[in-house]
């Protein structure tokens, strides 16, 4: 899914001065049921949106109504939301006083609090509409042309170019058209690299590696592949976490393992999501059908699209040794 810099000219024309993050979807992980909304209503307002539901659900409320009543339990569930990968790392990585940062807040307007620079807006318009963007250059005193957005709707790319702005798209499966209007299309933001937009770099590798906030997953260890613990059911995490990992893994009482895993899309089927495990120095096969908890620490490539196979044995031997080095430092113990 990744476009190459190089041929779109990331550094190329206006200089980078700011950069604006969308939220939901980009940032925070808030969008996992987003599949179940009416698509009718995807990136509208949140008045124009409650108007749609109380029409189609016929509920006796005014629209102002149901925005009272829902919006206790949207406050519930965000204060339960995760960081999407490499959100907390790019957060953190103030480009200040290089590059200010606006946060635009599309879904409740309400204070949220995050380690950079909060601006509400008060939309009319539909999130399509170029003027949220060119409010937040406002509000940092940015030219349109020096912002760089971080988006993964189809709608909020849309509107970032109608106000000529740069864009990193982070897409969902479900946005994938974004790849013709973006500058850059990524899987996920551990990919994201300010370099190309003559922003300072990353300083945070360790050899070929990289530290992440741990991702927590559990199922069934079957034939290499971690899969759901309950029939007909998916493994819930989002596609903004495919690429090549390594961390542990629990199995029952055998203690923990060192393992390299890889999170890819296969859109073939319905059950789309694939998690392959590859044990690294586990002496025995696991049993079939054997519950697993993994507990992913580093991160160490994007994903190409592509599994390992028996011609490809050595590349997963390398990136083996690479997973078997890093987790004997103690950056990557053992959660």
């Not at 950079?116 to 939309?123: G, K, P, S, V």
């Not at 070929?208 to 559990?218: A, G, Q």
């Not at 196979?309 to 103690?330: F, G, Q």
Request: glycine share 4%; hydrophobic share 40%.
């Amino acid at each position: 899914m990744s476009c190459c810099c190089e041929s779109k000219g990331c550094n190329e024309g206006a200089k980078v001065l700011a950069v604006i993050f969308d939220l939901d979807g980009t940032l925070l992980n808030t969008e996992l049921d987003r599949e179940k909304e009416e698509k009718k209503r995807l990136g509208m307002t949140q008045k124009d949106s409650a108007a749609i539901i109380v029409n189609d659900y016929e509920l006796p409320l005014t629209p102002d109504q149901f925005i009272k009543e829902i919006t206790p339990l949207y406050r519930e569930r965000w204060a339960k939301a995760k960081a999407l990968p490499g959100a907390n790392r790019l957060v953190k990585k103030n480009f200040v006083p290089h590059c200010p940062e606006a946060l635009r807040y599309a879904k409740l307007e309400s204070s949220f609090s995050l380690s950079t620079i909060l601006f509400q807006f008060h939309h009319s318009s539909k999130k399509s509409n170029c003027c949220r963007f060119e409010e937040a250059a406002k509000k940092i005193c940015v030219d349109a042309v020096n912002c760089l957005v971080i988006e993964d709707s189809l709608v909020g790319v849309k509107a970032a170019n109608a106000a000529k702005m740069k864009i990193v798209a982070v897409p969902s499966r479900r946005e994938a058209d974004c790849h013709g209007l973006a500058n850059v299309v990524l899987h996920s933001l551990l990919e994201f690299q300010p370099e190309l937009w003559g922003l300072p770099p990353f300083d945070d590798w360790l050899d070929n590696t990289l530290p992440i906030d741990p991702i927590h997953l559990s199922g069934l260890y079957v034939s290499g592949c971690l899969e759901e613990a309950t029939e007909n059911a998916t493994l819930v995490f989002p596609d903004q976490a495919v690429g090549l990992y390594f961390g542990w893994a629990k199995v029952d009482t055998d203690g923990n393992f060192k393992i390299l895993v890889s999170i890819n899309i296969d859109f073939s089927c319905v059950g789309y999501k694939r998690i392959h495990v590859y044990l690294i120095d586990a002496n025995s096969d696991l049993k079939h059908k054997q519950k697993m908890q993994i507990h992913l620490v580093g991160y160490i490539r994007a994903w190409d699209n592509k599994e390992f196979t028996s011609t490809e044995l050595e590349k997963l031997e390398e990136y083996k040794s690479i997973a078997r080095a890093s987790l004997d430092l103690p950056s990557f113990t053992c959660l």
